[in-house]
């Protein structure tokens, strides 16, 4: 029976190195967010409980609106943190 050919020998897969340490948020992250979502709240609940005359006077309904860009920038903000 014939032989087969030797064949090469490949090298064994050495996946590329990792990095050593993983990416971290700044110190003022985490506060920021909180904050954020806390005031964003805070302020959406004075807009309903004043019927729409604090925290600012003569916006009206756009009371609401702040309070809710703020509670989205809070949310926005835990997409990145690490």
Partial sequence: MPESRNRRKKAAYVPPPRETAPKTNPTWWVPTMLTLMVLG??????????????????????????????????????????
């Fill in 41 to 82: 709240l805070a302020w959406v609940v004075v807009t309903y409980i004043s019927q729409s005359q604090y925290p600012i006077p003569g916006i009206d309904a756009w009371n609401l609106a702040i309070g809710f860009g703020l509670i989205l920038g809070g949310f926005g903000m835990t997409m990145n943190w690490r």
